[in-house]
């Protein structure tokens, strides 16, 4: 009840929006032009069973999402845009704590909360904008810098950040992020500092240089090449070629011993194909890890953790962060994708260390996701993922067990 009374409040503020530049303009004044609204509804069922002795987890919840943009002062350069996100659950069930004998139960990671996920203003110069405020980040392939929009609540970014396209084909962006705000109700206060440059050179080469600079954490440079090559008119291919590596940080502030240096790296192959609508693609991704017998207080581990990573590793989300000891994914994709059926994809892990060959398990991935028929905007999903622990000991998010999950999910987005 306190969630829905606090989403209507705040809808009723953003309505007001409107309201303020209607009396504006009857007063010879512009405020706000160019109103929009846009907007999401999202109920979803994820159901998680694991070998544990509290197994399942099941969540009905829903994501309402509101947000208003408007240009200012009757400029064509200056804008904003303020959003307000609620998860609310449906199902009276505890997914996302303890029993009442403080054993962990199973999660699903969708607490109920109300949040002003995002409120920036927009300058404009041309080909080059400069955004202030509360933000949200989908940077490249979403594997360093993410919203973690998989989730009900997305992850959300405090910064002042500039885009810039004036050179044709070249992407840039820096950023300054001063809080990040996780999907929970908490918040890490590490400053981040993004620079990501992106040129196209031609269909087949897209070049993408990256840094990323963590407090605390270490700095994080790196180099990738991706592009799609056509074969003929039905075989297309694509392909990712990526090496990082992460060092000492540059932003320090009262270091533990174990975050004084680094030396991590990251590399990630992939090889995608379509012939007419039936996909397949091989990807092979190592995260550099720790040999258990290193007693160095070298951060050897690479680590991602502001990315979208249930995008990699298998949707189980069972390495959400890197074990100790690093990790190797080798996984293979056969689907299918068209306007009529949708996209069908099945997805085979083979899960394993960088160091110390210490087998971790396997996992297939199911996904079905289409139009829904006769209902404009609405986007269905059927997800599965299925676990296979090798019981290697390893420390993995939410243990080293076997696990099955389950998601139903409808997606509507509008926008006025």
């Not at 609620?86 to 199902?91: G, K, Q, R, S, Y």
């Not at 029993?99 to 409120?119: F, H, I, K, M, Y």
């Not at 080469?205 to 840094?211: D, E």
């Amino acid at each position: 009840m306190k969630n829905m009374i606090k989403m209507s409040l705040a809808t009723a503020v953003m309505m007001s929006v409107g309201t303020l530049s209607a009396q504006a303009a009857d007063e010879g004044i512009s405020i706000f032009e160019n109103v929009k609204v846009k907007g999401e509804i999202r109920p979803r069922y994820e159901m998680v069973d694991e070998d544990k002795p509290n197994p399942n987890a099941n969540a009905l919840t829903n994501r309402l999402v509101l947000g208003v943009g408007a240009d200012l002062l009757g400029t064509d350069w200056l804008s904003t845009y303020v959003e307000m996100t609620d998860v609310h659950a449906l199902n009276p069930d505890n997914y996302n704590g303890l029993d009442g004998r403080g054993n962990p139960n199973s999660v699903v990671a969708d607490p109920e909360q109300t949040r002003l996920t995002q409120s920036y203003i927009d300058v404009k110069y041309k080909k080059t904008k400069l955004r202030y405020g509360r933000q949200m980040f989908n940077v490249d392939n979403l594997r360093f810098i993410g919203a973690v929009a998989w989730r009900q609540m997305p992850q959300t970014y405090d910064a002042t950040t500039i885009f810039d396209s004036s050179i044709e084909g070249l992407d840039l962006m820096a950023s300054y992020i001063t809080q990040t705000n996780k999907i929970v109700e908490a918040t890490d206060n590490k400053d981040i500092g993004i620079l990501h440059a992106k040129y196209k050179a031609m269909d087949a080469l897209t070049i993408t240089g990256y840094g990323y600079l963590v407090e605390n954490l270490g700095d994080t440079y790196g180099l990738a090449l991706t592009g799609k090559v056509p074969v003929s008119d039905s075989l297309k291919l694509s392909y990712r070629a990526e090496y990082a590596m992460m060092g000492d940080a540059s932003m320090t502030e009262n270091p533990a011993p174990t975050q004084e240096s680094a030396d991590a790296d990251y590399y990630n192959l992939e090889l995608g194909m379509n012939m007419s609508g039936i996909l397949a693609g091989i990807n092979y991704e190592v995260q550099s890890g720790k040999s258990a017998s290193d007693t160095s207080a070298e951060r050897k581990t690479f680590v991602t953790p502001y990315g979208t990573n249930h995008k990699f590793n298998g949707f189980a989300d069972k390495f959400l962060g890197t074990p100790a000891q690093g990790l190797v994914d080798a996984n293979i994709m056969l689907g299918y994708k068209s306007k009529e059926v949708g996209v069908l994809k099945a997805i085979y892990h083979d899960f394993s260390s960088d160091v110390d060959s210490v087998d971790y398990g396997t996992e297939i991935d199911l996904l079905y996701k289409r139009a829904i028929p006769g209902f404009k905007n609405v986007t269905g999903l059927l997800k599965y993922a299925d676990f296979s622990s090798d019981n290697s000991g390893a420390t993995l998010t939410g243990g080293d067990v076997d696990t099955q999950k389950f998601w139903v999910q409808l997606d509507y987005k509008f926008s006025i």
